[in-house]
């Protein structure tokens, strides 16, 4: 639902204020959870570490994503979601330290290829200028992932994104109160409420079951998961908005869906877990 809500959002709202000013709604209400759960704070090196979790999900993906998304077309939001797993896989070991097996590179490169082809199927079009920007953000959103499932062991999953958005915050802040100060945000009820959506569900609380997930699976194979995306979205459009489903799409989601079964299947052996404050506990 990430995507499709920041397309509606993006519609009415300036992008960059939908890219930053949901980080700092989400970033207030994870203040609150940590300051309520009296959580320890990080060590002078998770915080470190903290940062490449703010690069890359709290304001590079958001923010990237919400710029390619006011001139991309539909369509590419499936080779988005496309590009993610591989490239998460591939930031879960050269950050996370995992070793994945050659059958886990061979399904997931299978579920690519799959995906990709979908997404052609379903009009992706000649690369434009945007995809420029749709790249940089699925890069953002791997080294994210790698080192936020990898904190996510150290501190706990939702632990690590609410402590990435607060320490966003200085940033976040002023960034959008200059982008309001610029011109007044205004939208309808629809652009509204898919801000809402991005802010409290795509930026905080999907990342609670989404990081602890990174943690306890590992961050290559759960990963995987993402391939599924597209297929949940065709699945979503046919039940919510009578869109068709040809015999093409039906067969690329059950390629795709064989591809994350198998990706489920294989061994990723994953680098011991830093000792921290809530290993202690």
């Known amino acids: 639902m990430t995507l499709p809500a920041t397309r509606v959002a993006v519609e009415q709202l300036e992008p960059s204020f939908v890219g930053v000013g949901r980080t700092v709604v989400a970033g207030a209400l994870a203040a ?45 939001s499936a080779v ?7 490239a ?58 790698a080192e936020g499932g990898k904190l996510g062991r150290e501190i706990g999953g939702w632990q690590t994104i609410c ?23 205004a939208g309808d009820t629809t652009t509204w409420s898919a801000f809402a ?26 990963g995987q998961i993402q391939l599924s995306q597209p297929v949940m979205t065709l699945i979503w459009s046919a039940l919510l908005l009578g869109e068709h489903v040809s015999p093409g799409m039906a067969a690329a989601a059950l390629i795709v869906l064989a591809c994350v079964v198998a990706t489920q299947r294989t061994r990723v052996d994953a680098a011991p877990p830093r000792a921290s404050v809530a290993s202690v506990q």
Request: proline letters at 7%; charged letters at 10%.
């Open 32 to 76: 609150v959870f940590l300051a309520a759960a009296r959580q320890p704070r990080p060590t002078r090196d998770q915080v470190r570490r903290l940062w490449r979790v703010v690069a890359g999900v709290v304001i590079g993906f958001p923010l990237l994503t919400a710029l390619a998304l006011h001139s991309l077309p539909a369509a590419h």
């Open 80 to 86: 988005i979601i496309g590009l993610l797993p591989a």
């Open 88 to 145: 998460t896989a591939v930031a879960a070991v050269l950050v996370g330290g995992e070793r994945p097996t050659p059958a886990f590179w061979l399904a997931s490169s299978a579920g690519l290829v799959a995906v990709l082809v979908f997404a052609a199927a379903q009009g992706a079009g000649v690369p434009s200028a945007a995809d420029g920007l749709v790249l940089l953000a699925v890069a953002a959103a791997a080294l994210g992932y």
């Open 163 to 185: 402590w990435a958005l607060v320490l966003a915050l200085p940033l976040t802040v002023p960034a959008t109160a200059l982008i309001v100060a610029q011109s007044t945000p």
């Open 197 to 222: 959506y991005v802010s409290l569900v795509s930026q905080l609380l999907g990342f609670f079951a989404w990081y602890a997930a990174l943690a306890r699976g590992g961050t290559a194979r759960i």
